[in-house]
């Protein structure tokens, strides 16, 4: 086959989910509806005060905090595969690279949604920038958070400009607004050497600058607990521990993305058994990392036992939340490990699942880190209800801390159907190269 | 690449530019930092000093407070009772002084706290807590009021300046800046801060009446509260209300700069630095190195009853 016939292939097949289909407007529908309810679960909290949900003056961050840490953590992948993977050189990567800033973008940008859900007076929220401290932790990640959300967007758009050309030359089926936006969007890119050029260099300087980006934002996150002295959370290594652990959460979500964009796109040629192979060690690697990093964590003041670590580590290890914890940290984290070990479990299908294990198990996590440590402060809880003693979710709470999920989904939804999931410019030029 | 590692390490014009440049601003920076320092030491006039009566009638002038150092932007639109609430009261260091061997759990501090703050019957901004400290030692009362460390860490953590601490030591909230995010609550060792999750139960008083800082009342929805160490009392010279309230002697409240502190039961006046010689005064978690300005007496030589069921619940928290 020549390559002109063989380009064409690759562009068709790359171009082919960008259309309305049934499934999309199907799941789009569900997805709508579930915003729905969610939503209105969120109207409820407006209007009522954080009442309807289970915190109270002990524990008084509880599940969208950890809602928050989550989105952080899964968004750091766009800078872990697009970045590191990519100026290190590693070639497999490369068409993944799109999924994982896709993914880094939705992510990032409703953390910031989630942060204001858990607000008690978000019609205060512009206080932060006329009223702004530097001293305070949550300006440095309101900072950090926005920096990567601005170049998260720039690091998926400028690597697109030349697959835009192509959307507007190949999809004439299209009506003619739509190819418009793709040919405005498109920068008049011709693809000339200058161009190329300039692309390759762009994203290169975003790609160095990304990284530091991205470790601030965790780290930074995990300073607003680090920063405080209370039992769980006064530990130095809370930065490294975040971050490992946000590479944990996102290679699984962007396996989780590969199956099914592979077989709702019918990319199979594209993503390959390989790729599935790879981002398998991958997620071991990064696992064994964040391992080391929770061995640490609980393992030391384990073997102290101060008085009030011991409080709170008894309620982890064999207390109430003993289940939960143990739960997170086995089938989260040391089964997948020694799963994906064997190489006939980094096929795509067990891959789906070992990945949506861990990535329960890393929200859980989060849940781990917040909440039993605001039930164990060094003061006796006393002279209140029980429900102040204990958190237990509400209904309403549960909604709300689903909704951002609603949103991502949408998000990762339409960015995926309205441009080419696979870099095929990158594809293209690879194919090239390789004859 | 090899021909540019046998050339001899000498700096071109441009690097050499570079790093002329760069010393050339760093000692400017060095030396604009020098000047500040010394020119704020020269700024040091009388008026950053302020004279204050001791209890022995003796005057005695002080600097003044580090809170006052800290300038207050002025064009912030806050009212009148904003304004005065940040600003605090020139010259005073307020303290208190709690005696654990008095305590009784009368919890008449409680009651005249949440009726003087509006506040429901689980929130407490003063909160009498029964304690243990090991199996061994005897469990006791201890009334926990904020703290109002000198060095706060919910203070340090506000985004937006909501909470802060006065030039006379106390801590308050201005819950009309506050947004609600509940990081001083976390960051608060003592868990002093309590949050109004509902709408507030709102009196028939509360009618027309301006938002004052220094009582918290409105409370409002959304917003951090605490112990104000009641900062309208004192500043009409009055003791707090939890002070005055106390039954059982508990209470000492006064001013570290005049030395003194006058019991809430008694109204006599102690000189405050023997009071804490005298008793072995204390301060709670040290070690978190917050300065607190809330002092306990140990709970010496008690001798009231402590209920049976008052010991289990100290024993929950022995871990």
Redesign the interface.
Known sequence: MSDQLKADKITSDLLRSIRLNKSFLVWMGFLGTALLICGYAYFLQLR????V?G????V??GMYISNFVFFVATSLIGMLISAVLGLTGIKWAAPLARIAEIIALAFAAIAGLVIIM?????D??L??II???I?????WD?TVVTVYIIMSTLFLYIPLIPDLKICYDKLDKLPPFARNIYKLLSLNWTGSGEQANLIKQTTRVIAIFIIPVAFAIHTVTSW??A????VGWDSTIFGPYFVTGAFVAGTAAVIIAMYFFRKNYKLQDYITDFHFDKMGQLLVLVSLVYLYFNLNEYMVPGYKMK??D??HL?SLFVGAHALLFWSVQILGLVLPIILLIFKPMRKPLPMLFIGTAVLIGAWFKRYIIVVPT?EH?????????LN?KVYSPTLTEISITILPFILVLIIITVLAKVIPIIPVHETIEQHEENN | MSEKEQKPKKKSRREFLQDLGIIGVGSVLAGSAIFAGINYDKRKRPFDRSRVLKAENELLEIERADGSKVVIPKE?NFTYLQQRGRDGLEGKRFVMVIDLSKCRNARKCMNACNNAHHLSE???HM?????QETKETPAYYMP?PCQHCDNP?CV???????TFKRQDGIVLIDNE???????C???C???A???????PIHTLEEENMPYNVELNVPQK????SKCLFSADRVREGKLPYCVSACPNGVYYFGDENEDAVTNGTTKETFRFKKLLEDNGGYT??PE?GTHPRVYYLPPKGKDYPFHDKDKE??A??L?
Request: proline share 8%; net charge positive; with cysteine.
């Open positions: 009522d005060g954080l009442v949900t915190l109270r003056d002990y008084s961050w858990d607000m008690g007076r978000p205060r929220l206080n932060v009223h702004g401290r001293q305070s932790p949550i300006v309101i607003l607990f920063n405080t002295s209370r008085k009030f011991a409080m008894n605001m402060p060094y003061l006796p809880i006393q002279n209140v209800p102040f | 912030q689980d929130q407490h909160n009498v807590l029964k304690m926990k860490p340090a953590v506000c985004p937006v300046d909501a800046r506050c947004i609600g995010c509940r990081f609550i976390a960051a060792p003592y868990s801060r309590i949050f109004n999750w509902a709408e929805k959304g917003t951090v709670l978690m978190l619940e100290a929950e928290h871990g």
